[in-house]
């Protein structure tokens, strides 16, 4: 028999923000937050960042191990072919207004993309598995394509011959990046493929839970990727140290964030409270751009940001996490800024489709309780007669 509800409970405990909250085993990403460990599938990531590509870890994130020679050739293909876009979605993205966050153009794009998949309305793992990997090659190629047009150039053709990474530089930007920049878009794209029960991973697990397709779970992540909080945080770190604007303000800037209450973007990270691994990856990047270039103002102003942080508030546990440092990478692979959180989701595509058809195999309907505080006497009085 159910027990009567209490009503003089004075409440449930409230883990607002679920920070100690599991809502799955998994085998497909590790972050040690404590020791700044981040491993996929058993790997950690500066292995992967030295020795692998995109295409590998993709294969590596969606079938668990690493490929052998020819399947990690067939994904390369898969990949390479899968980058053409249907016509109907080209033209949709001619048809996007003017001024449309990108991010919007890529949810938007993504919505109708899910009517050319001739798998569309199979879910078996396999069917998820094909649409995953038609899901990842795409992206890029979105991206790179809305780019091209909103600035009025010609749209590129992917190149099946070039890399997944090395293709994203080429058809946005029009040329063929050197082969340095080619592996740090590479290993950038590494270092954001996936990241754990993350928020909008865990926005896709919500929509997945109520068995919803692959398409729609993919939407609902990128709706919650877009915030300031999680990867709209490349953009607005990097918009800090414009704010900063020299290496000798760097300190007053933060400072005077940290009087006002407010946040420096690119620091601190639920899970981790130590260095992110990947931040000390990007770093180094942001430091061999600033030198390529040989303009290292902004290197300059974020390694004072990061030193004042750390002094001020790293006793809390923050720390620069990955976008910080990302911002001045993309930047100096030639990424306009507001593409920084589209250029993230077209890594993330690839942990985002791997953990849903993960949390399918177990699957349950994600439906927490909320904590009702309004009344509950109330009398209903018609609209004629209330004051
Ligand atoms: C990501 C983020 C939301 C995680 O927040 P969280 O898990 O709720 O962090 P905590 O509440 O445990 O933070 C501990 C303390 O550090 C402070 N803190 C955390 N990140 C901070 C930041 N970036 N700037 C200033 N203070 C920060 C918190 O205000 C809190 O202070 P308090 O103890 O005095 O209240 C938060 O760090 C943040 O807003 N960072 C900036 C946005 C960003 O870079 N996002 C990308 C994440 S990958």
Request: hydrophobic residues 40%; neutral net charge; glycine residues 6%.
């Amino acid at each position: 028999m159910v027990s009567p509800v209490k009503t003089d409970f004075a409440g449930p405990r409230i883990d607002k923000g679920l920070d100690n909250v599991y809502v799955k085993e998994t085998s497909i990403c590790f972050v040690d937050g404590q020791r700044g460990r981040l491993l996929y599938r058993g790997y950690d990531i500066r292995d992967l960042a030295a020795h692998s590509t995109f295409e590998e870890t993709v294969f590596l994130l969606l079938e668990g191990r690493l490929p052998n020679r020819e399947e990690l050739k067939k994904t390369k293909a898969d990949l390479a072919a899968g980058r053409t876009l249907p016509p109907f979605v080209l033209r949709l993205l001619r048809s996007m207004p003017e001024h449309m966050p990108p991010m919007d153009v890529l949810r938007t794009a993504v919505s109708y993309l899910s009517n050319f998949d001739p798998e569309r309305d199979d879910t078996t793992r396999a069917a998820n598995q094909r649409k995953a990997r038609r899901l990842v090659a795409q992206f890029g190629t979105v991206v790179a394509t809305y780019e091209r047009i909103r600035k009025g150039h010609r749209v590129l053709r992917p190149d099946p011959k070039l890399g997944h990474a090395e293709d994203f530089l080429r058809m946005m930007s029009g040329r063929k990046p050197d082969p340095v920049r080619a592996r740090m878009m590479d290993v950038a794209m590494i270092l954001y493929a996936d990241h754990a029960m993350n928020a909008s991973t865990f926005a896709a697990t919500v929509a997945a839970s109520t068995r919803s397709d692959l398409y729609s779970t993919i939407i609902a992540a990128l709706s919650t990727l877009k915030g300031p909080l999680h990867g709209g945080a490349i953009e607005a770190a990097l918009r800090g140290m414009e704010m900063a604007a020299t290496p000798e303000r760097a300190e007053e800037y933060v400072l005077g964030t940290l009087r006002n209450h407010e946040v420096v973007y690119g620091f601190g990270h639920r899970v981790y409270k130590t260095y992110d691994p990947r931040a000390l990856i990007q770093k180094e990047f942001a430091r061999q751009l600033a030198d390529l270039s040989g303009d290292d103002r902004l290197y300059r102003i974020a390694t004072a940001i990061e030193e004042t942080v750390v002094r001020e508030i790293g006793s809390k546990g923050v720390y620069p996490n990955v976008d910080f440092y990302s911002g001045l990478v993309f930047q100096g692979l030639g990424i306009p800024t507001d593409l920084f959180t589209p250029v993230f989701a077209v890594a993330r595509i690839a942990g985002w489709t791997a953990q849903v058809i993960e949390y399918w195999e177990d699957n349950r309907l994600l439906r927490p309780l909320d904590w009702y505080v309004g009344p509950k006497d109330l009398v209903y009085v018609s609209v004629d007669e209330r004051p």
